[in-house]
């Protein structure tokens, strides 16, 4: 009866494994994407409307005190910016772009109403 019992729950616990990794995988998945797009201080771009050339001295004071960044894409989408790891926060890969053009390649997930990009390659666009 032991060995039964034993065996039932190997074999649960097998079964199981698939659907649990499935389901977690499914938190930080999303869209291999490649694009471009403005990088803006969130709080401004969306409050003001302040944003270009004449915004990064502001942007860029904004984002060094902790303001998020983000990038408003081509497709005139705001991306915040996510990671994979817990309390790795992105605007320092953001900050040398403030308020210039930028082509980004990684993945872009929707969520609740957010767009979120995992940033894999950043670089200013030409």
């Given at each position: ?14 079964c ?19 694009m ?78 957010v ?12």
């Amino acid at each position: 009866m032991l060995k039964r019992i034993i065996l039932s729950t190997a074999v649960l616990a097998f079964c199981s494994l698939p659907l649990a990794a499935q389901e977690m995988g499914g938190m930080h998945m999303g869209k291999d994407v490649s694009m471009t797009g403005q990088v803006v201080d969130l709080s401004c771009f969306t409050t003001t409307g302040a944003s270009g050339p004449s915004h990064k001295a502001c942007a860029t004071a904004c984002a060094k005190s902790g303001m998020p960044l983000a990038i408003l894409g081509d497709d005139g989408k705001l991306y915040m910016m996510a990671s994979p790891k817990p309390a790795d926060p992105q605007n320092s890969r953001l900050l040398p772009f403030v308020e210039q053009k930028v082509k980004v390649t990684g993945s872009v997930l929707e969520s609740h109403g957010v767009n979120m990009v995992t940033i894999k390659t950043i670089a200013a666009a030409t």
